[in-house]
C-alpha cells in the first residue's frame, strides 16, 4: 500500500508527482508512473510529469483533467494528515503489522521483524535462502 507524503519543504515538485501519480491511478498506471518518477526525481517538474504519463501510455487529456480534480487533492491531504496524526514526519517510511520502520533500511532489518511478527503469530519462519 501506498500512502503520500510529500515533503514540500524540501521537494518543491513532491506535491504535482503526488497528484499526477493519483491521475495515473485512475487508469491503472499508478505503479508504473510511481516508478518513472522515482527513477527520475530530479526532474518533476509538471512538463516532466506529462512526459512521464505519455511513456507510460496515459490517456493525456484524462490525465491532465484529472490532475486538476479535487478529490485527487483530497486524498493526497488526507494521507498527509493520516502520518502527522500517527507522527510521522518524514520518508521513507514503513509498517510491518503496526510495527514502524522510520527511514531507508537494511533488507535484514526488514527480515528480522518480519520474522519476529511471524513468530508473535505462530507461524513458521522460512528457511533463509542459501547464499551463494
Known amino acids: 500500500m501506498w500512502k503520500h507524503m510529500p515533503l514540500t519543504s524540501i521537494h518543491h515538485f513532491a506535491m504535482g508527482a503526488a497528484l499526477a501519480s493519483e491521475a495515473a491511478r485512475n487508469q491503472?498506471?499508478?505503479w508504473e508512473f510511481h516508478d518513472k518518477c522515482f527513477a527520475?526525481?530530479?526532474k518533476l517538474a509538471m512538463d516532466d510529469l506529462k512526459k512521464y504519463a505519455k511513456?507510460?501510455?496515459?490517456?493525456?487529456?484524462?490525465?491532465?483533467?484529472?490532475?486538476?480534480?479535487l478529490e485527487k487533492k483530497k486524498?493526497?491531504?488526507?494521507?498527509?494528515?493520516e502520518a502527522k496524526a500517527i507522527g510521522i514526519t518524514g520518508t521513507p517510511g514503513f509498517f510491518v503489522n503496526g510495527h514502524y520502520l522510520n527511514g531507508a533500511k537494511p533488507f535484514d532489518e526488514f527480515a528480522k521483524?518480519?520474522?519476529?511478527?511471524?513468530?508473535?503469530?505462530n507461524i513458521p519462519v522460512p528457511p533463509k535462502p542459501a547464499s551463494n
Open 28 to 30: 491503472g498506471k499508478f
Open 40 to 42: 527520475n526525481q530530479s
Open 55 to 69: 511513456e507510460v501510455g496515459l490517456d493525456m487529456p484524462r490525465f491532465e483533467k484529472d490532475l486538476v480534480d
Open 75 to 81: 486524498r493526497v491531504d488526507a494521507d498527509i494528515a
Open 113 to 121: 521483524v518480519i520474522d519476529d511478527e511471524l513468530t508473535k503469530l
